[in-house]
């Protein structure tokens, strides 16, 4: 099982999901209507590593954050 935590504006509760790769992640928020509004924006981190490769393989215990873009002032 994957750890999935959702930053800032998407308030999320954190899930657990049992995935393989970012692309299964990926999917999963193509399907979550809240989420897909934010699909092209988000960054994401894995183990608090930022990571960009859509078919990265996701182990057993990983902790995955979605990053919503955010403002600075």
């Not at 049992?18 to 981190?45: C, G, H, P, T």
């Not at 490769?53 to 182990?59: A, P, Q, R």
Request: net charge negative; hydrophobic share 45%.
């Amino acid at each position: 099982m994957v750890i999935v935590e959702f930053a800032g504006p998407l308030n999320k509760d954190k899930i657990e999901l049992n995935i393989a790769s970012l692309k299964e992640l990926s999917d999963f928020i193509l399907k979550d209507e809240k989420l897909r509004e934010w699909a092209d924006s988000l960054a994401v981190a894995v183990n608090d590593e930022i990571v960009t490769d859509i078919n990265y393989k996701l182990k057993d215990g990983d902790r995955v954050t979605l990053l919503p873009p955010v403002c600075g002032g």
